[in-house]
């Protein structure tokens, strides 16, 4: 699950300090193909990719890598702010937290299923 983890997060890495302009023609080009509004694919994105990054580094690292995920979804949109057509949004904090929380969740499902 560390692999798992650390691939989640690199993944997630380039996704969100990709430029501005580049970003927005691939969620375009992704909305067309999935038929998903292109608003709604953003916002999904990062709950999606908070939460499985909280399940495997939680399976991989133990319950304390979600203190890590959360500092973690604040910094990643502060560090947007260096980034060429990228901002730091509040929504976007308050959407990887749901996603963290979410990864609580679900790993609580995993943790409790093994026990």
């Keep these: 699950m560390r692999f798992a983890a650390v691939v989640v997060f690199i993944v997630e890495c380039v996704l969100s300090h990709t430029p501005g302009p580049t970003s927005s023609v691939e969620s375009k080009t992704l909305s067309r193909l999935t038929g998903i509004n292109e ?48 901002h730091c949004s509040a929504v976007d904090i308050g959407l990887n937290l749901a996603g963290v929380a979410v990864g609580v969740g679900l790993w609580l499902v995993v943790y409790n299923a093994v026990l």
């Design 39 to 86: 608003a709604a694919l953003r916002r999904f994105a990062h709950v999606f990719l908070f939460s499985l990054l909280s399940v495997f580094s939680a399976l991989g690292f133990g319950p304390w890598a979600f203190v890590f995920c959360a500092v973690w979804s604040v910094a990643d949109e502060w560090t947007k702010r260096w980034i060429r057509g990228r």
